[in-house]
């Protein structure tokens, strides 16, 4: 991994990076009026995720803006202030902004993703699975996606959360806190899994039979109200460009990686596994997703039922099929 202090160092810095977000309008804009002009789109992102490849190809309409964001949660908390109209996500962050009361529509998703998501462990201590880690340190970013793989973990291997000790950290003091041993595993996702890949370092489980680990576009009421030609033309571009790189992976390969910060082979690992089309909203998603959120709210790890489905909107969906 690039020689990997340099890289991951730069790649941590990048990733913790979080646009301050700005302040809401104090007045709900007006629907957008037939003929007239809508402002630029406002785009949250996270490094890597399928925005990612849209910014750098610059294949964005003019005027388009761009807020980077270390985590879902933390995007969502930039729609809530107002400061971006549209971001993607991974499956956990919209149930945790829901139950925050945060106001958004989910208007688009991608095809499963299982393999982007795993379980690291150190070689050395000789775990074989993760029944194995009862009694142990498991860090994990809380509200991110790996926050549902751990509860389908636990639920796999007959166990509550109260049987690990469990340590929510963000990527950037995760991974040093996993190097060092301060914690026995670390549940993370791509590029950060990839970049932790390293001799020594194992793949005690992944996503896959558990998880479908999806990506959701989130939308804000007031852009869908305002800007919705804007919305349309950007999810047509993120569709073309997607598909883009899916025929083309070394050319993704080779565009991703600096804007990444990251080596190409590490980039590549990442993106043979993660890199998936994009997918139409329906009411089967929306039910996944419920399902997702009734689990959480089981687990008592967010206050109350969260009416997860009704948020999703597909007056878009005709694109993304």
């Known amino acids: ?118 379980v690291l462990v150190k070689a050395s201590k000789g775990y074989t699975s993760f029944k194995d880690l009862k009694g142990k340190k498991v860090a994990l970013n809380k509200g991110s996606n790996v926050n549902w793989l751990l509860v389908r973990l636990l639920e796999a291997n007959g166990m509550t959360i109260k049987d690990i000790d469990v340590q929510y950290l963000k990527p950037a003091d995760a991974r040093p806190a996993f190097d060092n041993d301060q914690v026995d595993a670390w549940i993370i996702w791509d590029p950060y899994f990839s970049l932790a890949e390293t001799p020594g370092v194992k793949v005690l489980v992944d996503a896959t039979g558990l998880a479908d680990n999806r990506e959701y576009l989130l939308v804000s009421p007031q852009a869908l109200k305002s800007k919705p030609g804007r919305i349309r033309e950007f999810l047509k571009t993120y569709r073309e460009v997607t598909d883009w790189g899916i ?7 080779k565009i991703l990686a600096p804007e990444l910060n990251i080596p190409e082979d590490v980039a590549r690992r990442a993106l043979d596994r993660s890199a998936q089309p994009l997918a139409a909203i329906d009411p089967a998603i929306g039910d996944e997703l419920q399902q997702i959120a009734d689990g959480f709210t089981e687990l008592q790890l967010i206050p109350g039922k969260v009416d997860i489905k009704g948020r999703v909107d597909e007056q878009f969906s005709d694109i993304l099929r």
């Not at 990048?14 to 785009?43: M, S």
């Not at 025929?247 to 390969?253: F, I, K, L, M």
């Open 247 to 253: 025929a083309n992976p070394e050319e993704r390969v």
């Open 1 to 118: 991994m690039r020689r990997l202090s340099v890289a991951l160092t730069g790649v941590l810095v990048l990733l913790g990076t979080t646009l301050a977000a700005g302040c809401a309008a104090d007045k709900e804009p007006a629907a957008a009026q037939p003929g007239a002009a809508e402002e630029p789109l406002r785009v949250g992102y996270q490094r890597f995720g399928g925005l990612s490849l849209v910014k750098a190809r610059k294949a964005e309409a003019a005027g388009t803006t761009w807020s980077l964001f270390e985590s879902g949660p933390a995007l969502t908390e930039g729609i809530k202030a107002g400061a971006i109209d549209i971001g993607q996500v991974g499956e956990a962050p919209p149930i945790f902004a829901a139950a925050g009361k945060i106001d958004f529509r989910i208007i688009g998703t991608s095809k499963p993703v299982p393999k982007g998501e795993a």
